[in-house]
């Protein structure tokens, strides 16, 4: 007998208007951002209460944070970044920081990194949601950070269709890696090892050392289109991919073997692009994108003779 993989689809939950791009862990539940303007709370147990925490007129937003203090951090399509706080929206602020659209936000502790479109890496204060320095990287678009498993240095995909390594401490380049081309849209780190994993256009999972080894893994033609988000479940035992090819993937992160694909027909999964997801816990993946939902996944197993 062998042990055969589910990701069994059990909920659903609608109600915004336009392509979702980002989801965020919340304290007793989640957030989704999306491009109506709107960032929603969902309780985890309900899945029909869906509160709308924020809204910004005429706003699109491609990626979403949380802060320490209950704030939120989210980045919009005309390069603004809006920090705001539902339960005293008096301190809610648009920053005009980048020239072209937002796609990335990460925050550090006390520090908050924004990635733009105009290939410029920002970092703020979380507290005083003020720049502190910004660093040009590319003439190409930034479209993904990831922090390093000790916390000193931050990979930055971008639409070169290279990896950059920036360290946090000085904003200073420390390399940068030929990747995905023509652009890489999602980077990880192996949890707990200093291996990149990326993905992009080109529908490929690609492998690097931050040494920059050439003792990786093989590229796996993972999809049949763009890979728009990836995410290690917190046991670092998978890896889950989200592709403009509809489907969901779930990788064995030892083997990289494929063990699962989530799709419309036979798992009832989206009928258009998947632009993000998020592990809430190591049994349970959200998933959402261009079809306006959010689906909830329940991972298993099951023994076959």
């Not at 929603?40 to 924020?54: C, N």
């Not at 390069?79 to 796609?103: I, M, S």
């Not at 922090?147 to 290279?162: C, E, F, K, N, W």
Request: charged fraction near 25%; glycine fraction near 10%; hydrophobic fraction near 40%.
């Amino acid at each position: 007998m062998f042990v055969n993989l589910m990701l069994e689809r059990v909920s659903e939950r609608s109600g915004h208007r336009a392509a979702i791009y980002d989801l965020k862990p919340a304290e007793d539940g989640f957030y989704s951002a999306a491009a109506d303007g709107f960032i929603v709370h969902w309780h985890r147990d309900d899945v029909d209460f869906g509160r709308v925490v924020a809204k910004v007129n005429g706003g699109k937003f491609f990626c979403l944070e949380t802060l320490e203090d209950g704030g939120l951090v989210a980045g919009a399509v005309d390069g603004g970044v809006h920090w705001l706080y539902p339960e005293n929206e008096e301190r809610n602020k648009h920053v005009a920081a980048h020239t072209k659209g937002v796609y990335s936000v990460l925050r550090v502790g006390a520090e908050v990194f924004t990635a733009g479109g105009d290939g410029v890496l920002i970092r703020w204060n979380a507290k005083t949601g003020r720049t502190v320095e910004s660093l040009p990287l590319s003439g190409n678009s930034l479209r993904s950070l990831a922090l390093h498993p000790d916390g000193t240095s931050i990979a930055v995909g971008a639409s070169d269709g290279r990896v950059y390594l920036v360290n946090r401490e000085d904003m200073s380049l420390v390399g940068s890696h030929a990747a995905n081309e023509p652009s890489v849209f999602c980077v990880a780190f192996l949890p707990g090892f200093p291996r990149v994993v990326s993905g992009g256009r080109d529908a490929h999972l690609r492998f690097f050392d931050v040494a920059f080894s050439k003792n990786t893994p093989a590229p796996i033609s993972a999809h049949l289109s763009t890979i728009n988000k990836m995410a290690f479940d917190p046991t670092g035992r998978y890896l889950a991919t989200a592709s403009r090819d509809k489907t969901i993937k779930l990788w064995d992160a030892k083997s990289w073997k494929l063990l699962k694909v989530c799709e419309v027909v036979r798992d009832r999964g989206h009928v258009n692009s998947v632009n993000t997801l998020l592990w809430l816990d190591e049994n349970t993946l959200l998933t959402a994108g261009d079809d306006r939902r959010v689906l909830e996944w329940k991972l298993g197993s099951r023994g076959i003779k």
